[in-house]
């Protein structure tokens, strides 16, 4: 069993940065991927950003691509999202979530079928 605790979440201006930080407690050799997922009121969850157990490698969803900043914490068992240059479109509820289905997970997804433990959320609102 993999419990996942996010925290980090807040208001923040248009342009500004915030980091999100996700417990893991525990990086079992069964975890493939460690992921950040959000969820817009009324918009379908979307794949963010995900980090390999393995190796390391990254990917990062083309609407975040060169803000956000997947990253692992080996000492800490934790998972950061750095967001940088925050927009209005950024508002949401995000979640952390660890793989142990599939290996090689696709980013354009809502993660349903590859990810099956899930933090609670922590909600991020961008706005002026």
């Known amino acids: 069993q993999v419990r996942l605790v996010e925290s980090g979440g807040g208001l923040v201006q248009p342009g500004g940065s915030l980091t999100l930080s996700c417990e893991v407690s525990e990086f079992s050799l069964d975890i493939y991927v460690i992921a950040w997922f959000r969820q817009a009121p009324g918009k379908k969850r979307e794949g963010v950003a995900y980090?390999?157990?393995?190796?390391?490698?990254?990917d990062i969803a083309d609407s975040v691509k060169g803000r956000f900043t997947i990253s692992r914490d080996h000492a800490k068992n934790t998972v950061s999202l750095q967001m940088n240059s925050l927009k209005i479109e950024d508002t949401a509820v995000y979640f952390c979530?660890?793989?142990?289905?599939?290996?090689?997970?696709?980013?354009?997804?809502?993660?349903?079928?590859?990810?099956?433990?899930w933090g609670q959320g922590t909600q991020v609102t961008v706005s002026s």
């Open positions: 979530a660890a793989d142990t289905l599939a290996p090689d997970p696709p980013i354009n997804d809502d993660g349903t079928n590859e990810f099956d433990y």
């Open positions: 980090i390999s157990t393995n190796d390391g490698s990254t």
